[in-house]
């Protein structure tokens, strides 16, 4: 057990400017980053603002950048800094900052909107689904999503792009695509969306590059990239580039 | 609204800009890493490098890579009449005698292509040539940006035919391994150092090959129901374990195959003899 | 004076969690105009925390379970304090419940033929709890977030607007209940992001906002936990039930101090690990109670046996009952056997392989490697007891969820009382936020329906007097009012933490009478001070603003617990008195009913010290006689009074 001085940054400010702010805080023993700002808040700066909740990585609400890194504040031992290390922690920088480490989110919430919703299958009434483990593995990976937005915060697309926000989804909501793509049950097709279609035509996958920084911050180790973007990205090739898969489509419905 | 949840205005001006502009917390920095994140696009792009010159040089050479009984999986198959005749080899002469250049640029575009449109590569090149991204959360140079939705990098959708062809290539480059099996008389049960690098090549080729994404999508990722194709899903799960280790396979192999086509060509220019086994 | 925005809608939700969004489902399914309002972002609910699973008689894996014996169940685990209704209504309805999830996309794991798996759990006769991995909570609230944007969503379809029937305020703090007379005419409350005011105006508001468990020191609960329904209903003249039951979950990690109270799942001892001292001595063989005796293990040979031949053995005393499992913990910690950190250890290192461990409690393995550093494949693991559930809550109407005494008010979920009697089996309170969260939402949407001839008005009066003790910790600081001369200006952080560290120490897990007395003499202290509590800067996304504002519902709601917790003279579920070991059959017809002293919702009243919270006891409703059948008259002996028994 011991406890030491580290030094900080922390941004502070609004929407009409601000900076990074010097802090020198005590540290002890198996503290995480989002301790060190609450006893920054309790001792030094009673109104610095924070977003938090479960402090046990299953919220998803304490999402900031550490080091330049999009990290949750609450999985983020000190123990990975060295103890003469400048931490610096800042709001996320994809987001409209509203205070100190704060931002407006909105634009995922926007964004879940325009997803459109799980269709029920026809017939099938509440206790009667049947669906197989190995069919709904798929998309239990990416339920396990708790929203932290970091994806959405890293991901350059509409980080180092403003203007791309409008057309392009954010891998979290490409991934909320696939998920009911992938859906054993989704009787989307069934009512006219084609989900393949429309990840492309409405959600922007073709703005993805799949440079995969969504999957190296996920905190939950989600596969973003590869099990739910990539295989996104072939099943809109099936619809819209493979005149052998559109070839035999044709076939089959005749 | 707090953290609004109506849809923010649809301004035909729509603002434009990275981390640094408009509404984003103000801090001048383009990124805030204290990290080396440089040093994977750096490390990438300078391997990436290195392969395209040598292989450029040797691709453009016509010459020493046919070493009996190995043939360079830079000249394989061999299809214009002026290929070095290669005993059982695999010179097809689809293309005629107005064909003057090497005759590796053309079965090239093969193995090139599938390389350039795989998913690993895109991400290994737009990081390490292109910086869009350079790393995770460090700002990229460009004003403006539309990934893969135009002309040319649509075009990265096509990236399924190449795995056909290069299943095609795999599948001589197994030939040309099992050609490697006989002595420089070309009498069979026979190896040397040079069929056990060209096993080493072609065993990689064929992991690189089959754990694409592409593949991953044809044997059973397409499918809604797993339950109702047990092989099918067997060979995604099987598929799927080896697309977890694309990238590592990736390097092995573009390294494999380079080595496999230093080796000819070390042999064949006569640097050294190739050691035979029996 | 302020001027505050306002809008009006039918049915106002406070809270959006399982029970919130449930509510709001329903409501507005029902045709009622919804606003659901919550602290946090949408989907950040403390439900998400949820691990086990949801409780609900589906019969899947093992065909002999109906409702009945979930009811038994149920009331066997609270002690038959339970508001039977309640327990009915939620064996009865649960399956409904959670198929109906099914509908909405959610993926449970599933059996061999396709069907909703189901767990084991403490307290259940057979496997009853559907869940997803060790992760129910979040499938649980992000099916019911999901199910209200496709709400929108159709909303968007037929009227171009995705919120005109259904709209979440998120991070929003509701501050008070408004009322015409004595009827709910709405909420006054305020956005944490800018600090403005606002009021809904509507004829329904339910209340889900959960429990209080922020009050204590060691919590595995959010910050959100502060009671602020308990002392919304409160305030607006509703009592509370029971509010003495605090469940204290046995295992919570005990280190590092970022983590303390965050949950060691139950499993890690029912798959095997052990509990041990300082001197490495599996202690829980000494506490095994007279009662249970004949059903626990003598020997760790016996325990050990049972892992693998159940019929034969008897299980081992680490898996006692929670309540007696944290008292053992506590006791050995006192006695000064505790591991280094204050805790004991649990440990599975030694008992399984380290792919068996990494197989069967993946969560464990990395909450305690990535926020402890604890290889737990490796070493034992630090736990102690924590504060987790309260089963006190609003008191409310079986079948409607209706407030008592408040027309216009519901409740739902963990805020509202009843549904556990003394103690919550795991599993059951993800099924009652569903099971009463639409039972508040179709009720709630109902009296909204019949109100909408006559909505009643709100009170500009109310309103100001809401905005002005809202605006009193800004005033506080200044110093140029004259009502702070009583002393300094008070940091509410300071205060925040002592109040913690009072009802862990003196209301906690072992309760006696002249502590709980401290106790109240301390809450009083804090009660004057907390009247002080000052903040800087200003009203935009301002932390400890919002903790100041937060200190009036904790103080509200210890003082329920203290206050209760020192009437009840017997040891029953989440209650354990020192000084009154035992359960005492003539306490199980008695409800402790908490209400607002008179005269005492003055804001900054001149005489913090004096309690604020009036005490009643009251009858319970006999259980209706069919549901009785369903028990043995052995067992009905152990709980029921003589007189009860024979009507």
């Not at chain 1, 931002?103 to 299958?121: E, I, S």
């Not at chain 2, 000249?75 to 695999?90: D, F, I, T």
């Not at chain 2, 910086?131 to 990236?159: D, K, M, W």
Request: proline share 5%.
């Amino acid at each position: 057990m011991s406890s030491y001085e580290a030094r900080f940054k922390v941004w502070r400010g609004d929407v009409q400017g601000g900076g990074l702010e010097d802090f020198e805080v005590e540290v002890n023993d198996g503290e995480v980053v989002l301790d060190i700002i609450h006893r920054l808040q309790a001792t030094q700066a009673p109104d610095l603002a924070v977003r938090w909740n479960c402090k046990a990585g299953k919220c998803g609400s304490c999402s900031a950048e550490i080091n330049g890194r999009p990290r949750l504040l609450c999985m983020t031992r000190m123990s990975v800094f060295d103890r003469d290390e400048t931490i610096t922690v800042t709001p996320l920088r994809t987001f409209p900052v509203i205070r100190d480490l704060v931002t407006d989110v909105g634009f995922n919430y926007t964004k879940a909107r325009q997803v459109p919703a799980f269709v029920p299958p026809e017939g099938v009434g509440p206790g009667e689904y049947r669906m197989m483990q190995e069919d709904v593995d798929r998309s239990q990976e990416f339920r396990k999503c708790i929203e932290c937005f970091l994806c959405q915060d890293v991901c350059h697309v509409v980080r180092d792009h403003e203007e791309n926000k409008q057309a392009f989804a954010g891998p979290r909501f490409l991934m909320r695509v696939a998920e009911l793509d992938m859906h054993p049950l989704d009787a989307a097709e069934e009512t006219g969306l084609d989900r393949k279609r429309t990840a492309q035509d409405e959600h922007g996958l073709g703005y993805c590059n799949i440079t995969k920084c969504c999957t190296e911050v996920c905190p939950e180790g989600i596969k973003i990239t590869d099990n739910a973007l990539i295989p996104m990205k072939e099943r809109a090739v099936d619809r819209k580039y493979d005149p052998l898969v559109w070839l035999g489509s044709k076939i089959r419905r005749r | 609204m707090a953290t609004g949840t109506e849809p923010p205005a649809t301004a035909s001006d729509r603002p434009r800009g990275g981390v640094r502009t408009g509404t984003r917390a103000a801090i001048a920095a383009p990124h805030l890493r204290t990290d080396r994140w440089w040093l994977a696009p750096a490390a990438t792009a300078a391997g990436l490098l290195a392969f395209v010159v040598y292989s450029t040089w040797r691709a453009f050479a016509n010459a020493d890579y046919y070493a009996a009984p190995y043939v360079s999986p830079f000249y394989s198959p061999c299809l214009a009449e002026n290929c070095v005749p290669m005993k059982a080899g695999p010179n097809w002469e689809l293309f005629g005698s107005w064909w003057g250049i090497s005759p590796a640029i053309i079965i090239l575009i093969f193995p090139l292509g599938f390389r350039l449109t795989c998913y690993y590569y895109r991400k290994a090149y737009y990081r390490g040539f292109w910086a869009s991204p350079p790393a995770c959360a460090v700002a990229e140079p460009h004003a403006s940006y539309t990934g893969e939705t135009r002309f040319p990098l649509i075009l990265q959708n096509i990236h399924r035919y190449f795995f056909y062809a290069a299943l095609l290539v795999a599948c001589i480059l197994t030939y040309d391994t099992v050609l490697a099996f006989r002595d420089e008389e070309y009498n069979w049960g026979h190896m040397g150092l040079g069929t056990l690098v060209f096993l080493v090549n072609i065993a990689l080729i064929w992991l690189y090959t089959i754990s694409c994404h592409s593949c991953r999508h044809i044997v059973g990722g397409k499918l809604k129901h797993f339950s109702r194709h047990p092989v099918r899903y067997r060979m995604w799960q099987w598929v799927g374990r080896l697309n977890a280790r694309h990238m590592q396979l990736a390097w092995a192999s573009l390294l494999s195959v380079a080595l496999a086509d230093l080796y000819v060509y070390l042999v064949a220019s006569g640097v050294f003899d190739d050691p035979r086994f029996f | 004076m302020s001027v505050v925005d306002r809008q009006e809608w039918d049915v106002v939700v406070v809270g959006a969690g399982g029970a919130g969004l449930r509510a709001a489902i329903e409501a507005r399914e029902r045709g009622a105009r919804t606003a659901v309002i919550c602290k946090s972002l949408f989907g950040k609910a403390h439900t998400v925390m949820a691990e086990g699973g949801i409780a609900a008689a589906m019969g899947n894996v093992n065909a002999g379970d109906n409702w009945q014996v979930h009811f038994r169940d149920t009331m066997r685990g609270g002690k038959f304090l339970n508001q039977w209704r309640m327990a009915e209504l939620h064996a009865q309805e649960a399956p409904q419940r959670v198929w109906e999830l099914e509908t909405w996309g959610a993926l449970f794991d599933r059996t061999k033929d396709g069907r909703i798996s189901q767990r084991n759990f403490g307290g259940h006769e057979y496997p009853r709890l559907a869940h997803v991995g060790d992760r129910t909570g979040l499938e649980l609230i992000r099916t019911l977030q999901q199910k209200i944007v496709s709400l929108q969503q159709e909303d968007h379809r037929e009227t171009g607007d995705y919120e005109s029937r259904l709209k979440v305020f998120q991070e929003c703090t509701v501050t008070r209940v408004l009322k015409d007379g004595e009827k709910v005419s709405g909420v006054f409350g305020y956005e944490r992001e800018t600090g403005r005011f606002f009021v809904l105006e509507a004829p329904a508001v339910v209340i889900a906002t959960g429990g209080i468990g922020k009050s204590f020191k060691v919590t595995s609960n959010s910050w959100e936990y502060t009671g602020d329904g308990h002392a919304l209903a409160l305030l607006a003249g509703a009592p509370l039930l029971n509010m003495e039951f605090v469940q204290f979950h046995p295992t919570g990690m005990v280190w590092p101090p970022s983590v303390k109270g965050i949950l060691v799942t139950e499993s890690v001892r029912g798959d095997g690990g052990v509990l041990r001292n300082s001197e490495g001595k599996r202690f829980m063989f000494d506490y095994v109670p007279d009662v249970f005796k004949e059903k626990y293990a003598e020997s760790e040979e016996e325990g050990d046996r049972w892992y693998d031949d159940p019929d034969h053995n008897r299980r081992p005393p680490e898996l006692l009952p929670r309540d007696e499992v944290a008292r053992a913990i506590n006791a050995e910690v006192q006695a000064g056997r505790g591991s280094p950190h204050g805790g004991v250890f649990l440990d599975v290192s030694t008992r399984m392989p380290a792919e068996v461990i990494k197989r069967r409690l993946p969560s464990m393995y990395h909450q305690f490697k990535e926020l402890a550093d604890v290889d737990i494949t490796a070493e034992a693991m630090e736990v102690g007891p924590t504060c987790h559930y309260v089963m006190g809550g609003i008191a409310v109407d079986s079948d409607s969820a209706a407030a008592r005494g408040v027309p216009g008010l519901f409740a739902a979920g963990e805020v509202a009382g009843g549904m556990h009697g003394s103690n919550r089996l795991g599993g059951n309170s993800l099924s009652d936020l569903l099971v009463f969260g639409r039972r508040a939402g179709w009720h709630a949407a109902e009296y909204a329906g019949a109100a909408r001839g006559e909505r009643p008005r709100v009170d500009d009066v109310q309103v100001d007097t809401a905005a002005a003790e809202a605006l009193r910790p800004f005033s506080t600081e200044s110093g140029e009012n004259g009502e702070d001369a009583e002393g300094p200006p008070e940091n509410p952080y300071t205060l925040h933490q002592e109040l913690q560290q009072t009802m862990n120490d003196l209301v906690g897990i072992i309760r006696r009478e002249h502590e709980m007395r401290r106790a109240l003499d301390k809450l009083a202290e804090l009660r004057a001070r907390a009247a002080r509590a000052g903040v800087e800067g200003h009203r935009q996304f301002n932390p400890g603003w919002h903790l100041a504002l937060d200190l009036r519902n904790m103080l509200l709601v210890s003082e329920c617990v203290a206050r209760a917790a020192l009437e009840r003279t017997e040891s029953r579920g989440g209650h354990t008195r020192e000084d009154h070991a035992g359960m005492d059959r003539a306490w199980r017809n008695v409800n402790l009913l908490c209400a607002l002293a008179d005269g005492a919702d003055a804001p900054a009243d001149g005489d913090a010290a004096r309690g604020r919270i009036a005490l009643t006891r009251e009858t319970t409703e006999p259980i209706r006689p069919d549901l009785l059948a369903l028990f043995d008259k052995e067992e009905l002996v152990k709980y029921l009074a003589e007189g009860e028994l024979y009507e």
